[in-house]
């Protein structure tokens, strides 16, 4: 049976303008991708998610700046709710655009819910920056945490699972004492990136104690690390932690293209978390997941990883080689050459002369983080 995926054209509103990293110009060459390979999606079309449900994570006072500031009315203290930076700027029609993408991961949560469906691909979404009162990073409203607050509602103990290289700080702290949710989120440390949180002292408070769990990673770590220590701490915490369902943000800015961190995962790496984390979903969530999209600012990259979480998650084979007339299309749209393969190519950039002491930090980290919230899972 083929994953149920929910997409509308309404997602390629949220548009930050021309120049700006989070570009709806993925969304569009993967789809163009996907139909060239034979395998369009057959979405289901959301809603946008309604002003009540935004406002069951965000605060009124914050939804009301975003709601003026969408009308392009303008007022001084936007910048302090993270309105009109250089990260999240205005434009117009950004509360309906926000709107979309939150109802979209809603909409996902509802069909695992409900029973319609097992896993369901969301085909955007993933704004886990967004705090209560404060958009952050190219996130104004947190469509992650709206769908994790729906699943809590219903009674689900919802684990969430973070690959963007960029901390998930806005869901960790939106549910950091919240005993039903799990947080996981493995990134290149806060020490060299943005948010600069995402430590292994986070470890959540109150009832949440213990339930939130970071993997801070060295720059330049590269696949066979990243996978060793995500196995090593994330098992365990689903072991313990049992979820009813999973919520996976897929941002693909760990690629070693990405122009914006410096993790170097490869697309190979990337089918093997695919894989290890469906595997995690069956064997400790009961079959239930939610995918959403998230980070990635190498259109070349970001299409490609994509490709393969769509093609994967619907059994669908994996092509060697990418349709000459996309390449073409793209290429000269973007005036360079697109890697011609799903997969990169072998050595793609130069060897880590650091590779074995990055790869012992990680491992303590690892461990560290371990040590610190065990005592916490009885």
Known sequence: MSVPVVYTPHYLDYNFGPQHPFSPLRLVMLLELLEHLG????????????????????????????????????????EHYGLGTADTPIFPGMDEAARWLVGGTLSAARMVAQGQAREVLQLGGGLHHAQRDLAAGFCVYNDLSVAIRYLTHQGLRVAYVDIDVHHGDGVQWIHYDEAEVLTFSIHESGRYLYPGTGHIHEIGKAQGTGRKLNLPLEPFTEDGSYLEVLQMSLEPALRWFRPDVMVIQCGADA??????????????????????????????????????????????????????????????????????????????????????????????????PRRAEIEQRNRQVAERLLEAVRPYWK
């Open 255 to 352: 690629h070693y293209q990405d122009p914006l961190a410096e993790i170097l995962l490869s697309t190979r790496a990337y089918a093997k978390i695919f894989h290890l984390l469906r595997q995690y979903v069956a064997e400790f969530a009961q079959g239930r997941a939610i995918y959403t999209l998230g980070g990635g600012y190498s259109l070349d990259a970001t299409t490609r990883v994509w490709a393969l979480l769509y093609l994967l998650l619907q059994g669908l084979p994996l092509p060697e080689r990418l349709p000459e007339t996309w390449l073409r299309r793209w290429g000269l749209q973007l005036g360079r050459e697109l890697t011609p393969t799903l997969h990169d190519p072998p050595s793609p950039y130069p060897e880590i």
């Open 39 to 78: 395998h369009p999606p057959r979405p289901t079309e959301p809603s946008p998610a309604t002003r009540e449900e935004v406002r069951t994570v965000h605060l009124e006072s914050f939804v009301r700046r975003v709601e003026a500031a969408s009308r392009g009315e303008v007022s001084p203290g936007f």
